[in-house]
């Protein structure tokens, strides 16, 4: 089992619609959470960061954290075309160690 | 401007031959670390550093060395390269492992022949 697991994709999401984002992790200790998007070819930039349970808001972006389902969820609502991009999950272990999941492909669709 | 930098952006090199990697960072901070990004794999953790002259192996060591001699510096070296290193390589800093302010360098495309 890999220790964060993200769908691959690609996520075909219309444009105007909600884009749904899943990752589980098998760290039971783990306590920080993020969401980074990487653009083909650029770095990963940083645009959701959560560390308890329930729902964080940022815009048109909502992390969803449930620890004891160990799943850690983004919605990007309102998807534009220059939301697509690879969105990576990354946790932070209990050994300070940051793992990244594969990444989940999102396409928008005009 | 708050950056992380990243020397070379591209290199090939044949097995065997000795290089370094330069990351440098202008933020002060604690956590400094390397990752390598292969199709398929996301981003692999190769070493991380809590602080100057503290580092810790990630989920990738195997090849690779590092120092933390300074702060804002945390090179990587590869002491004789191998094709199976052939892959995208970042830097990142932030103030701790579970800061917000996470920052990448621009990547390094290395190519080992």
């Known amino acids: 089992q890999k220790e964060v697991e993200q769908n691959s994709g690609p996520l075909s999401v219309p444009e105007g619609a909600i884009a749904s984002l899943n990752c589980t992790y098998s760290?039971?200790?783990?306590?920080?959470f993020f969401w980074y998007r990487q653009y083909s070819g650029k770095s990963p930039e940083l645009i959701m960061s959560?560390?308890?349970?329930g729902d964080k808001e940022d815009g048109r972006f909502t992390a969803q954290l449930n620890k004891a389902s160990q799943y850690v969820s983004l919605l990007i609502r309102d998807s534009q075309p220059s939301d697509s991009a690879t969105y990576l999950c990354?946790?932070?272990?209990?050994?300070?160690?940051?793992?990244f999941g594969s990444g989940t492909r999102l396409s928008i669709r005009p | 401007e708050a950056q992380v930098t990243q020397n070379p952006r591209y290199l090939i090199t044949v097995t065997g031959k000795k290089l370094t990697v330069t990351c440098s960072q202008n933020?002060?901070?604690?956590?400094m670390s390397w990752y390598r990004q292969d199709p398929g794999l996301g981003l692999r953790q190769i070493y991380y550093?809590?602080?100057?002259?503290?580092?810790d192996k990630g989920d990738v060591p195997e090849g690779y060395k590092v120092s933390r001699k300074e702060k804002r510096n945390f090179p990587l070296i590869l002491e004789s390269p191998s094709p199976n290193q052939t892959s995208l390589y970042f830097c990142?800093?932030?103030?701790?492992?579970?800061?917000?302010?996470?920052?990448f360098g621009q990547g390094t495309r290395l190519t080992v022949v």
């Open positions: 990142a800093s932030s103030l701790y492992p579970w800061d917000t302010e996470a920052f």
């Open positions: 990354a946790v932070t272990s209990s050994a300070s160690k940051i793992i």
């Open positions: 550093s809590m602080n100057v002259e503290v580092t």
């Open positions: 933020m002060n901070h604690e956590y």
């Open positions: 959560i560390y308890s349970n």
């Open positions: 760290d039971r200790g783990s306590q920080s």
